[in-house]
């Protein structure tokens, strides 16, 4: 079999596609987990960089989150609607300004 141009053009593209479906995860691929979700994220906007700056220069609570549920917004939200609660945005925030509060707690009017 002769391999040709367009077989290695077509092998590329499919090697694309399979890249960008795995650097892109749908929102909420676990599913809605706002009812079984025990923590949530809370942002203390006053010490995030991006709010600090007016640039998005940070981010990196938008860029590790398994789920795509926090916006590249100024400053960043988070969508309960299918957040888990695994806690990896405040661990990866380098100013630690997300704080991961039991949903107990933000029900209570706590937080
Ligand atoms: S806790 Fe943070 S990283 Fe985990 S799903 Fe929720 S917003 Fe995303
Ligand atoms: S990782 Fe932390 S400092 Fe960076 S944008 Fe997100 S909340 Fe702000």
Known sequence: MVFTEKDANYEKNIS???LASMQTPAVGEAGKTG?????????D????????????????????CPENTVTRTI???????????????????PTKCIEMVSE????DGVC
Not at 35 to 43: G, H, L, Y
Not at 45 to 64: D, E, I, L, Q
């Open 16 to 18: 694309r596609s399979i």
């Open 45 to 64: 906007a006053s010490r995030c960089t991006v709010v600090k700056t007016g640039k998005p220069t940070c981010h990196f609570c938008w860029m590790y």
């Open 104 to 107: 107990k707690e933000s029900r």
């Open 35 to 43: 009812s079984w979700r025990t923590v949530r994220p809370v942002i």
């Open 75 to 93: 400053p960043p939200t988070f969508n309960l609607d299918y957040c888990k609660g695994c806690g990896i945005c405040a661990t990866e925030c």
